[in-house]
């Protein structure tokens, strides 16, 4: 019967160790490979034992040291067991030089070296030792050994080599049995340690393959490490083909899931096959930490009966999803003033009174309102977000409260759901709740304070089960003064409050945003995320960010896409460049906006015949036009 393939290669440094090797493990005992790679480039023994289906390596010294340098990076190493050179090996070799001259030279690589000299001050001996550290500078090394008056030289393999072709007396240093015995006991608990790995992996595959639900595990970087088999059927791609290609590579994916999919600890979208047509649900959840070098998890189930709405769809000022998105993971920073936000809105989240969240644009209030939710006893409810400032007056009121059958013309046939009815038992997001009309606020008072209220058109109570996040970018104490925000509502929002600090108050946390907006974009756009020089990471941080976090990722997005190179590094003087145009546009926006008369808009209106047309074609955008209107009168 022939001999099994062997798993383990002994990389040995030269021919008389093999002999000693054989000697010491019988090859009738163990089937390894033995060969004299001294002379052979640390990259190809490595790539001759792939292809040779080897699955670890015996070495020993510069050998095995050069073996693992050859595999940084690699993620999926070979095992390398190193011969330990015992002190009876050192103590050998330095009696077999003292019969030749007791003036002697040792040379070695420097973890070696440390070992030799503990031993060796035990003895009185004239010996000198000197350091090397690569396979190209055995020579320099010689020579520096005969300066110091040597007359005989201990080493390795490839110094003993050297010495005898330029006839200079020499000891190698060798293994005894003893060693070469413990490192092949290694060797062979390493491979009967990765093959219990496997009988364990196989067995939790098949019961994996049992699942009505198709699972995916995913590096950091995207790529499949791990598919069941319902998993296999809906992605239409084999295994074989499916194991480390890019998701977004795989066609069930194409198309249907944003690259920002993946960039939250969860999300969930719908995906169509696109043979049979029929619809799946994709959940996607990011591992805390990485383990076995898994960056997230995917799950495809068949799409339930009934509707499911879209994770964001933020058109007409609504986003209808209906779970969260974000966790407190996502908000990134770790400065002081963001962190005391974070624990006083986790805080929050254990609550159910109102909160409200204050900012300036741009600092993430949306982002605290969905790791709110996604925190509390309702993270498993929906999560409902609606931008009051969006959304028309004469929409606004149909859009939150609903309306029934004939509440007016147009009315849909069977009449919508508010979001407070949406919403259920979960959360319901009000962005932008300084601009909710004064006519309005009794209604929303009304839902604070009795967790009631009637759909348009219709007199029948409907209970409002769900907890209320408001946002707001403006001093609502102002608003209050001024008689446009109703006092009592004020007070009912303003149960649980948190200021978020703006970008310039935890300029630290620049750098970490900055690196996570560099590689989103990357990712997006299909190029690989560089450095940010340190010149550059102090230009961020010492600008006056007015738009605070949307602002630096609007500019980073913006360097990413117009870079020539795949591989992006954000550079300073584009950055300034792409500043510097915001600032031009923003202040020429506002002189614009300035100078134009409610003529000039009262006429856009009348030529254009709607809002959205006429908003167009005075260049601002329709919320700005809605606030025009409303403070001329004209609304």
């Known amino acids: 019967m022939p001999d099994p393939t062997p798993r383990i290669l002994f990389a040995a440094p030269d021919e008389n160790l093999i002999q000693a090797f054989y000697k010491a ?26 292809t040779s289906s080897i699955e670890v390596i015996i070495s020993r010294g510069g050998v095995a040291q050069f073996l693992c340098e050859a595999q940084k990076g690699d993620p999926d190493p070979i095992p390398i067991v190193q011969i330990q050179v015992t002190s009876f090996d050192i103590i050998d070799a330095v009696r077999e030089a003292q019969k030749i001259s007791h003036n002697m030279a040792f040379i070695a690589y420097p973890n070696m070296l440390e070992g030799v000299k ?146 939250g600890s969860m999300s969930r979208a719908m995906v169509t096959h696109d043979e049979d047509k029929r619809e799946y649900v994709a959940c996607w959840k990011k591992t805390e930490s990485e383990t076995f070098g898994i960056g997230g998890v995917i799950t495809l189930s068949v799409r339930p009966e009934g509707p499911i709405r879209p994770q964001a769809d933020r058109s007409n000022g609504g986003d209808r999803g209906h779970a969260s998105r974000f966790s407190f993971d996502d908000i990134v920073g770790t400065s002081q003033a963001l962190q005391k936000a974070k624990a006083k809105a986790r805080k929050y989240a254990q609550a159910d009174a109102a909160v409200l969240l204050l900012g300036q ?30 959304l028309p007056p004469t929409l606004m009121e149909s859009e939150i409260f609903g309306y029934v059958r004939g509440a007016f013309t147009d009315a849909r046939r069977g009449g919508k759901q508010g979001v407070f009815e949406y919403a259920g038992k979960g959360t319901v997001f009000l962005d932008e709740i ?127 896409v117009l870079s020539e190179e795949r591989r992006v590094h954000l550079d300073e003087a584009e950055l300034r460049d792409i500043l510097k145009e915001r600032v031009h546009a923003v202040q020429a926006g506002a002189r614009s906006r300035r100078l134009l008369s409610d003529e000039a808009i009262r006429l856009a209106i009348e030529e254009q015949g709607n809002i959205h047309a006429a908003a167009a074609a005075l260049g601002i955008h329709r919320t700005t036009l809605w606030r025009r209107l409303k403070k001329s009168g004209q609304a």
């Open 25 to 50: 493990v019988p090859k009738d005992e163990h089937n390894v490979l033995a060969l004299n790679v001294l002379d052979q480039p640390a990259a190809t023994v490595v790539e001759y034992a792939r």
């Open 118 to 263: 503990k031993i060796m001050d035990l003895f009185d001996l004239d010996l000198r030792f000197v350091a090397r550290s690569s396979p190209w500078d055995c020579l320099e090394a010689i020579f520096t050994a005969l300066e110091y008056k040597a007359k005989v030289i201990v080493g390795d393999a490839r110094v003993v080599k050297m010495c005898r072709e330029n006839n200079i007396p020499c000891i190698p240093l060798n293994s005894g049995e003893e060693s070469l015995r413990q490192a092949c006991s290694a060797a062979r608990r390493l491979i009967e340690a990765r093959d219990d790995s496997r009988r364990e992996t196989r067995r939790m595959a098949a019961i994996l393959d049992q699942l009505d639900l198709g699972l995916m595990a995913l590096d950091r970087e995207g790529r499949v490490l791990y598919s069941n088999v319902l998993a296999d059927s809906v992605a239409g791609v084999g295994k074989k083909q499916l194991l480390g290609l890019d998701i977004q590579q795989i066609p069930l994916f194409q198309g249907h899931v944003a690259p920002s999919f993946f960039m």
């Open 361 to 390: 644009t741009g600092v993430g209030k949306e982002l605290f309102a969905h790791a709110i939710h996604n925190a509390s006893p309702r993270r498993n409810e929906p999560f409902v977000a609606v931008n009051l400032a969006a």
């Open 434 to 560: 300084g601009e909710i009309p004064l006519e309005m606020q009794s209604r929303l008072l009304r839902v604070l304070q009795d967790g009631e209220f009637m759909r348009l058109g219709d007199d029948r109570i409907v209970k409002a089960n769900c907890r209320i996040i408001a946002a707001t970018n403006k001093v609502l104490e102002d608003a209050v003064r001024r008689g446009s925000f109703r006092e009592d509502l004020y007070y009912r929002l303003n149960v649980l409050r948190l200021d978020i600090p703006n970008l310039n108050q935890r300029r630290e946390d620049v750098r970490d945003l900055a690196q996570t907006f560099l590689k989103k974009f990357c990712v997006k756009y299909g190029k690989i995320p560089g450095r940010i020089a340190a010149r550059t990471m102090k230009f961020l941080q010492e600008w006056e960010w007015s738009g605070n976090i949307r602002e630096l990722q609007a500019i980073i997005e913006r360097q990413v």
